[in-house]
């Protein structure tokens, strides 16, 4: 009997002692900025993640919209969030995933959503953008990524998406790399509203760079006129992971509150 007592005691010890698995969103996730985890009277966004991948708010102001929950909004073209430039970095990934809910209120000119730069010169290592390098004037959205296996000014990669995004609505934003091998096999891909717009599998490579100037969401490092116009939430960073196509889908129609 105290045989049978000592095993239920040395399981109900390790039960507990034990660390419950990460919730899936979670898995991977290096930073996770939320309205409602908190901004700062000081302005900054707090990262929920654990990770301390605070953002820096300039010239942006948290707010509640009628009608809707908060958000962050983009009065100046140009505001923007600044995040941890080594921490918050997608340098050295072999697998990527950013995504965010967004609520465009004016798309005039090239709007930078994020970006993780090498340099002050605008090289994107790995860039969300919209109503940039779009042939046919619509309203997309686009992907880029430096092909950094040619150095940290490689050549950019970009994907536009087939379908074009309204203005005064929330969308949900992800875009995703995966790299199988060294050699340029992988894919991009990029999704608005919980579907695949675009896709390549052409020239994609782990983003190894030996530099790391930054990482902003709302605007490029050059901040002089691809300012966002409207408002942000529910940011979230993950390395070296790709999130699948149901899980993303998940993510968007659980809504901006999973």
Known sequence: MRFILSLLIAFLASALSAQAPLPNFMRGCIANLEYHGGVSASGTWRDISGNGNDGTLSNLTAIEMTGLTQGLTTPYVAGYVNLPATTASLKDATAATVEFWVYLTNSSGGICLYDDCTNSNDFFRFAILYNFDTTDGADRLSFTRRDLNSGDQGARKTIIANTTMSRNAWHHIAAVLSVTDGVGNGF???????????SSTSSVYAMTSTVSYGVRLANDFNTSAAGLLGYLDCFKLYKNR??????????YKTGRRH
């Not at 991009?188 to 675009?198: N, S």
Request: charged share 30%.
């Open 188 to 198: 991009v891909k990029l999704y608005q509203d919980g579907v695949e717009v675009k």
């Open 242 to 251: 790709a999130l699948p196509a149901e899980e993303i889908y998940q993510h």
